[in-house]
């Protein structure tokens, strides 16, 4: 009897041990929160970073969000969020900007930051 008990037993564990899901190259993802979307926004003539007074705008349908630039030479935002967005970007005393649709997507964890680069001239 305790043969064929531990045969079973055997069996079972075989059956279940054998995990046809698994993959080869596990994911392991992280716990930091990306930004769908940085902008670095440069005056027109010197190139140089404009920060001060800048307000980036991204838009996607109803969905409105001010970037944040935490006093760097970036602003970012759409922390893990996919969309197209249209970004307008404006200055006092320069042109305002409004981009091109912007897709963001993700990978098996997080989005996929796009970067842009803005350039605004000044206005006469």
Do not use: W
């Amino acid at each position: 009897m305790n043969k064929f008990f531990l045969i079973g037993l055997l069996c079972i564990t075989i059956a279940c041990g054998n995990d046809d899901d698994a993959t080869d190259n596990p994911i392991f993802c992280t716990l930091d929160v990306k930004s769908g979307l940085v902008v670095q926004v440069k005056d027109g003539i010197g190139g140089s970073p404009l920060i001060d007074g800048v307000e980036v705008i991204a838009t996607e349908n109803e969905y409105k969000e001010t970037l944040l630039n935490n006093g760097i030479d970036i602003f970012y935002g759409a922390q893990e969020r996919i969309g197209t967005y249209v970004i307008t970007v404006s200055k006092e005393g320069y042109g305002t900007m409004t981009t091109e649709p912007i897709v963001v997507t993700k990978d098996a964890c997080h989005v996929i930051t796009q970067n842009l680069e803005v350039i605004l001239e000044k206005s006469n």
